[in-house]
């Protein structure tokens, strides 16, 4: 499989440069506690429960205190082999605007006494105010398309948001336990006193299609109010057949092949549980897409429709996988009219 463009900046401006990138997108279709007990006995004495208060972390450095996560520093997210002297003015400005007023963090955790890795990134004055929160699911496998430093701050940058990027490991099931590195953060989300909780939001790009909708499926408190899923697999067993060079891949990760675990290949498809899912969401997928058939995309959009879901299909008629820089203030913009 090529290598599946989860961070869509890796030189942040070369995709415009290059011209891959698309201002305007084309766009298709819109569809659209504290708890008290009181005893029953007349002569019991009344009784209440005492509220659990839940801690708030102000800065992300606060957040060592909490349970399961290891250890947090900052790292250096510089762009190796940029020399920044020789690009035109308005980039260098914007890749200085990165080195001194963005900052990102590596993030050591646990999840079943495994440890994993994530990358946060935001402007230096995050703790000054509440800020918009993007919760990222990546595309590969493995180590294949890890996560970066870079991959962090670039979205942060762009999406004008604190940024938290989960990374899989070795053991990576392709739509498995894998899903709780991502999962983990819910329960810490709302502990982040820097974080507006009505503009927090999630992306996930090509494989992260799959891990965002399976997020979005265990998100029974409606913490994530908008997703945006770009050249996104939706449908395993469909890709078994279209992309017969991932089999091998699929075969280990998962286990085996859809005729020896099809419940496995169902349970990561969101075609199958596309009712349950009440997140509103953006679909972005080119019509080209190599790595990833746009035919993913369009049916995953008509179970949305049939179950009466509410999202938005953008169509692009090209064979960019994942997304650009020119598209992020469309997908900004429609987050903050969706994701409330």
Same mark, same amino acid.
């Given at each position: 499989?090529?290598?599946?463009?989860?961070?869509?900046?890796?030189?942040?401006?070369?995709?415009?440069?290059?011209?891959?990138?698309?201002?305007?997108?084309?766009?298709?279709?819109?569809?659209?506690?504290?708890?008290?007990?009181?005893?029953?006995?007349?002569?019991?004495?009344?009784?209440?429960?005492?509220?659990?208060?839940?801690?708030?972390?102000?800065?992300?450095?606060?957040?060592?205190?909490?349970?399961?996560?290891?250890?947090?520093?900052?790292?250096?997210?510089?762009?190796?082999?940029?020399?920044?002297?020789?690009?035109?003015?308005?980039?260098?400005?914007?890749?200085?605007?990165?080195?001194?007023?963005?900052?990102?963090?590596?993030?050591?955790?646990?999840?079943?006494?495994?440890?994993?890795?994530?990358?946060?990134?935001?402007?230096?004055?995050?703790?000054?105010?509440?800020?918009?929160?993007?919760?990222?699911?990546?595309?590969?496998?493995?180590?294949?398309?890890?996560?970066?430093?870079?991959?962090?701050?670039?979205?942060?940058?762009?999406?004008?948001?604190?940024?938290?990027?989960?990374?899989?490991?070795?053991?990576?099931?392709?739509?498995?336990?894998?899903?709780?590195?991502?999962?983990?953060?819910?329960?810490?989300?709302?502990?982040?006193?820097?974080?507006?909780?009505?503009?927090?939001?999630?992306?996930?790009?090509?494989?992260?299609?799959?891990?965002?909708?399976?997020?979005?499926?265990?998100?029974?408190?409606?913490?994530?109010?908008?997703?945006?899923?770009?050249?996104?697999?939706?449908?395993?067993?469909?890709?078994?057949?279209?992309?017969?060079?991932?089999?091998?891949?699929?075969?280990?990760?998962?286990?085996?092949?859809?005729?020896?675990? !099809?419940?496995?290949?169902? /349970?990561?498809? #969101?075609? =199958?549980? *596309?009712?349950?899912?009440? &997140?509103?969401? @953006?679909?972005?997928?080119?019509?080209?897409?190599?790595?990833? !058939?746009?035919?993913?995309? /369009?049916?995953? #959009?008509? =179970?949305? *429709?049939?179950?009466?879901? &509410?999202?938005? @299909?953008?169509?692009?008629?090209?064979?960019?996988?994942?997304?650009?820089?020119?598209?992020?203030?469309?997908?900004?913009?429609?987050?903050?009219?969706?994701?409330?």
């Amino acid at each position: 499989m090529k290598r599946i463009c989860t961070f869509f900046v890796v030189c942040l401006f070369a995709l415009t440069a290059c011209g891959k990138a698309t201002t305007d997108i084309p766009e298709e279709t819109t569809y659209s506690p504290v708890t008290e007990s009181v005893g029953t006995e007349k002569n019991e004495p009344e009784t209440k429960e005492t509220a659990i208060v839940e801690p708030v972390y102000s800065t992300i450095e606060a957040l060592t205190e909490v349970e399961d996560i290891l250890s947090v520093k900052i790292v250096d997210h510089s762009f190796p082999g940029i020399d920044i002297a020789t690009l035109p003015e308005a980039a260098a400005e914007q890749y200085r605007v990165l080195a001194e007023d963005y900052t990102t963090w590596e993030i050591r955790y646990t999840v079943n006494s495994v440890e994993a890795i994530a990358y946060a990134a935001a402007p230096n004055t995050y703790a000054d105010t509440t800020s918009s929160f993007i919760l990222y699911a990546r595309g590969g496998n493995g180590s294949y398309g890890a996560a970066t430093p870079q991959g962090a701050v670039s979205n942060a940058y762009l999406l004008r948001s604190v940024v938290i990027c989960p990374d899989y490991s070795e053991a990576d099931e392709f739509g498995g336990s894998d899903v709780e590195n991502v999962t983990f953060w819910m329960d810490v989300i709302p502990s982040l006193g820097f974080v507006n909780p009505d503009e927090v939001w999630l992306l996930g790009e090509s494989r992260g299609g799959m891990e965002g909708c399976l997020t979005l499926l265990q998100d029974d408190e409606h913490i994530i109010k908008a997703a945006v899923l770009a050249s996104g697999i939706y449908d395993l067993h469909a890709l078994w057949e279209s992309r017969t060079d991932m089999r091998e891949m699929l075969t280990r990760r998962i286990g085996g092949t859809p005729s020896d675990f !099809p419940e496995a290949y169902s /349970e990561r498809s #969101a075609v =199958t549980f *596309a009712d349950k899912i009440d &997140t509103p969401l @953006l679909l972005v997928h080119s019509t080209g897409d190599k790595n990833v !058939p746009y035919t993913q995309a /369009e049916d995953f #959009a008509k =179970t949305l *429709a049939e179950h009466g879901k &509410t999202y938005k @299909l953008i169509t692009r008629e090209n064979d960019v996988h994942g997304l650009t820089a020119a598209e992020m203030p469309t997908i900004l913009t429609w987050l903050r009219e969706n994701g409330k």
